[in-house]
């Protein structure tokens, strides 16, 4: 079973994570997961703390001269800013720090029930682990996982969809091309027309002290037919993939493919039809699904919780940060006075940022269905079971 679990204050010391299933032999490489670190970092409207960050990857254990040992692997991503946070974060006992305490939660964060629940005092010690500083680590874990795939000719990618209701055209373009564009973009966003005005309306959010979500989409190209499964709830690669996207800090939904819209239209206008054959199925489906082949993707890749052997779409909606330079009414937790909402820093809009986050916990989830299938002790023994299965595929 592949799993991890992370830790790390956004203003402590450092992130640290363990990855444990990994199977032995997968090419690691630092410069590799620092080139998605820095993805992560980029993009129109982030706030200060990305101009004092410079994310990058150490590895502890599990790797060596860069493949995979099969050992657990761990790996950490230091806190610049924890230079300037010392005193204030310091695990060494002592008075509760008087700096920087927070008690007027934010609405939208989880500063309010998280107080509550932990009976903390200091908010800031919910905001501390609640913060979207997390996803840097999940950035890198996911990194590794990319490299797994990339093994079986696996990519995931993404790009900005809408931000603060403007939308873009992606016109006729493939997941890979729109990727290509969205990467020399500012906003992530594949259209040109789209990514000025969305700029725009940043920088109005940004004027007024407000902030701005917004949807990006994430594509797994060329998954094999069959992960996940219907046998058993929790194994349904779509109920995966949807939990996964959802656990990152400020999604509030999930599409799979045609998503909602498919709930306003007729079966008949839904359902991707089946064929067969030698050319076609070679134009359309590469290896992935030998001469079966659709001619649309409205099912997003995946059926009865099993990928189908067509990309996996996935497009997921983002709230605005909760953290507004124009705070909204709240009440102080201690004086139980109404105040306005704490001003902490922040980003304006992180939608750019998200879609990095997306592949990343989309790559972890599709690496572990992929050692599930093939069996994950090593690379070599997954790809002769690949290869075995992938040949029963071609000849059916
Ligand atoms: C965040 C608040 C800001 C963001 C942070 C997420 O941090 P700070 O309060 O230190 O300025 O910059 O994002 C990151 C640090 C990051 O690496 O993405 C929050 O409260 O979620």
């Known amino acids: 079973m592949l799993r991890y679990l992370n830790a790390g204050e956004s203003h402590g010391q450092m992130l640290v994570a363990i990855i444990e299933g990994m199977p032995a032999g997968v090419p690691v490489t630092a410069e590799t997961v620092d080139h998605d670190l820095a993805r992560r970092q980029r993009g129109y409207g982030r706030g200060g703390r990305m101009k004092i960050e410079q994310d990058r990857v150490e590895f502890v254990s599990g790797v060596r001269k860069g493949r995979t040992m099969g050992s657990p692997i761990s790996l950490l991503v230091r806190n610049k800013d924890w230079e300037n946070w010392k005193e204030i974060m310091s695990v060494a006992p002592g008075e509760t720090s008087t700096e920087r305490v927070v008690t007027r939660p934010r609405p939208g964060h989880a500063d309010f029930a998280g107080a509550i629940k932990y009976g903390h005092t200091d908010l800031r010690n919910v905001l501390e682990k609640a913060s979207a500083r997390e996803t840097t680590i999940r950035v890198a874990i996911g990194a590794v996982a990319k490299q797994l795939l990339a093994e079986f000719g696996m990519k995931v990618v993404s790009y900005t969809v809408e931000i603060g209701g403007v939308a873009s055209d992606r016109g006729r373009r493939t997941p890979e091309e729109c990727f290509e ?14 990514e000025a005005k969305m700029i725009e309306r940043i920088n109005e959010a940004k004027d007024k002290g407000d902030t701005l979500g917004g949807v990006f989409e994430v594509v797994v190209t060329h998954p094999p037919i069959g992960l996940g499964s219907y046998a058993q709830w929790d194994r349904r690669l779509n109920a995966r993939l949807a939990f996964a996207l959802m656990s990152i800090q400020a999604m509030k939904g999930v599409e799979i493919g045609l998503g909602f819209e498919a709930a306003r239209r007729f079966g008949s206008e839904v359902h991707d039809e089946i064929f067969y054959g030698d050319e076609a199925a070679a134009a359309t489906s590469g290896k992935a699904r030998g001469k079966f082949y659709r001619k649309t993707n409205n099912a997003g890749g995946c059926e009865g919780g099993i990928t189908n052997g067509q990309d996996i779409v996935l497009r997921v909606a983002m709230k605005p940060i909760s953290t507004l330079y124009s705070p909204l ?20 809009c ?11 916990v989309v790559a972890f989830e599709m690496a572990a269905a992929m050692t599930e299938k093939f069996g994950g002790d090593s690379l070599i023994e997954m790809k002769r079971n690949y290869d075995g299965y992938m040949k029963t595929i071609e000849e059916l």
Do not use: L, N, T
């Open 181 to 194: 564009q969205a990467e020399r973009s500012e906003v992530r966003c594949p259209d040109a027309a789209a």
């Open 329 to 348: 009414q709240s009440v102080d937790m201690k004086s139980k006075e109404p105040f306005q909402a704490s001003i902490e820093r922040s980003d304006v």
């Open 350 to 360: 992180a939608v750019p940022a998200a879609g990095v986050v997306g592949e990343a």
